[in-house]
T-cell receptor, first 111, second 114 residues
């Protein structure tokens, strides 16, 4: 079983719509959760981090964490063509200081 | 400018020829890490370091070595590269010693082993 699983997509949404990206993780001791964005040919860059259950909002982005269900999601409101990228979910297990990444979800925002 | 640098950016080599990919950060970060990224497999952690002289294996350490003699540098060594190590490699650093904070990634090194 993979540590982190994401739907690889591709996910297509029209400009202005809400894009919803989902991620599940297998190990309940996971403590820290991250969403990274990676444009084609570029390195990943952090969008959001979340450490406790509930929602965390930053501009057009909202991360949601449900530790009981071992589920973390990212909502992108008012999606823009510049949001077209691959979104990587990452989990840190503090017990080992290791990071585990999902394979990423490819998002295309259609103008 | 705060950044993580990697060299070389592109490398084509042959099986068995030892190589080193350098990584340097100028942010005084405690935590540094190496990843490889392969299609369909995503980013996988090779090795990480929580401080000088402290390194540990990640998910896929076989065939790689690292060292952390200075805080800013974290080179990745392939003693005897093989074709299955052809990949895109990223170095990353984080202020937090545990790595629980944001990781800043270098630009990547595309390695081809023939």
């Amino acid at each position: 079983q993979k540590e982190v699983e994401q739907n690889s997509g591709p996910l297509s949404v029209p400009e202005g719509a809400i894009a919803s990206l989902n991620c599940t993780y297998s190990d309940r001791v996971s403590q820290s959760f991250f969403w990274y964005r990676q444009y084609s040919g570029k390195s990943p860059e952090l969008i959001m981090s979340i450490y406790s259950n509930g929602d965390k909002e930053d501009g057009r982005f909202t991360a949601q964490l449900n530790k009981a269900s071992q589920y973390v999601s990212l909502l992108i409101r008012d999606s823009q063509p510049s949001d077209s990228a691959t979104y990587l979910c990452a989990v840190n297990k503090n017990t080992g200081n290791q990071f585990y990444f999902g394979t990423g979800t490819s998002l295309t925002v259609i103008p | 400018e705060a950044q993580v640098t990697q060299n070389p950016r592109y490398l084509i080599t042959v099986t068995g020829k030892k190589l080193t990919v350098t990584c340097s950060q100028n942010m005084n970060h405690e935590y540094m890490s190496w990843y490889r990224q392969d299609p369909g497999l995503g980013l996988r952690q090779i090795y990480y370091s929580m401080n000088v002289e402290v390194t540990d294996k990640g998910d896929v350490p076989e065939g790689y070595k690292v060292s952390r003699k200075e805080k800013r540098n974290f080179p990745l060594i392939l003693e005897s590269p093989s074709p299955n190590q052809t990949s895109l490699y990223f170095c990353a650093s984080s202020l937090s010693m545990s790595g629980s904070g944001e990781q800043f990634f270098g630009p990547g090194t595309r390695l081809t082993v023939l």
